[in-house]
Each structure stands twice: as C-alpha cells, then as structure tokens.
C-alpha cells in the first residue's frame, strides 16, 4: 500500500495508482493496462458504476469517464454501469466507441 499510498491517507489517488501501474508495467503501456486499472476500482468486476469513478478519481477526470464511457450490456450489471474495456481499447484505437 505504501507503493501507491506514500502520504499514508488511507486512499489511493488516481494518479498514484496510475503511477503505480505504469512502473509495474513499464513496457507495455497499452489498453490492457489501462482495463487492468479499471478493474482494479471496479473491484474486478467487468464494468464500472459513475458512483466509483466518483469516488476514486478526481471529480474532471471521473466526469471525462463518465460522459466517453458506453452503458455496459453484459448480463447482471446495474443500471447505469459503463464499459471501460470499450473505453480504453478505444483511448488506444483498438476499437472505435
């Protein structure tokens, strides 16, 4: 936790946990990190809810997520739940949104 929390807060700051990513994964910055990250604050499941991206970002970064990213059609999602595979393949042009 030190690694991606070194004030100690308690909390992860996007910033840091990307940071922390990108070092771990140093050579292979690709949409596959990016899904990796988001699974991470999505609690490995396959979507994210607009209350997580809330919570976890700061407000204009969770605000950019939020309005890019797709509804989530896979089965048993919330209302509301988006898409970040198709949001980050599509950061990387691997797929179009």
Known sequence: MILVDPNG?????FQSFIDFMTRE???TDTAEQVVAS????ATDKPYILIEE????LPPEQAEYCIVR???????GA???ALDYTAFSTALYGESDL
């Open 9 to 13: 807060t308690g909390k992860v700051s």
């Open 25 to 27: 994964t140093a050579d």
């Open 38 to 41: 988001f699974r991470i604050l």
């Open 53 to 56: 991206l809330r919570r976890e």
């Open 69 to 75: 990213m797709p509804p989530y059609a896979g089965p």
């Open 78 to 80: 919330p209302p509301g």
